[in-house]
């Protein structure tokens, strides 16, 4: 049997701590201002949207956690170190929305039987600010979004927000203008929609990898063509593919060699190319064709 592992974290997690932790820094800020604006002035949508942007001061806390625990070694009761913990982390922030989202239903459904008054500028203003400082951090987020699941998670709930102080300020100026309050329940439903949307992609994927389901951009059909490709081998069987992280994906096969002695050459060849589509780690078994069972799986 073979093994082994191309080690490519594309994720540079080093320069992504101190974005993340001015990011903290900065939403925490605005959370506390956005929070007493919203308490002042009566702003559900305010509220609902200081409620969303604390759970991403949590999410960027865990995406910090989780770069942590991905660093530690193996050891003698975890082979892959703390790895799969990275996934677990990002099922635990989309899960952490989705509560979000139902609270935050549930006092807006509660709003239109009783709509409050709202200071419109008030909450336009707040709300413009939020717009910077979102918009900020997703644009500080972006480049490494591309690569870490957990990263584009942060970038899409930032994104999200920034999409949503729109919301709040188009909401603050129509109240103020009409003196329609009923627009502030509307809105934090908008938002919640927004919010939800922008989360199930990231919990289906989540979820996927935590079952040890094939990752998301691998392709299992282009990954057998490969296993074959050479004209040395006959067949793969038994093919595995699952993520130890959120960055890394492992796979398991057997390979059926028309000729055992060339399974270095191939060996090599298939696992350059595994690398080359996103698998990391292989460990691929040779087999001769009789060794396959006929009918039957071995």
Known sequence: MSHEHHHHHTAPTQSLNGIFIFSIVLNVLFVLIEAGVGFWQNSLSLLSDTGHNLSDVFSLLLVLVAFRLAKVHSNEHFTYGYRKSTVLISLLNAVILLVAVGAIVIESIHKFSEPAQVNGIAVSWTAGVGILINGLTALLLMHGQKSDLNVRGAFLHMLADTLVSVGVVISGIVIYYTGWNIVDPIVSLIIAAVILISTWELFSDS????????????????????????????????????????????????????????????????????????????????????????????
């Open 207 to 298: 979820l996927r990898l935590a079952v040890d389901g094939i990752p998301e951009g691998i392709d299992r059909h282009e990954i057998e063509r490969l296993l074959t490709e050479d004209e040395l081998v006959q067949e793969a069987h038994h093919i595995h593919i699952w993520a130890i992280s959120t960055t890394e994906t492992a796979l398991t096969a057997h390979v059926v060699l028309k000729d055992l002695t060339s399974w270095p050459q191939v060996s090599e060849h298939i696992k350059h190319e595994l690398a080359e589509h996103g698998v990391s780690h292989a460990t691929l078994e040779p087999e001769t064709p009789d060794a396959i069972c006929h009918n039957k799986e071995c």
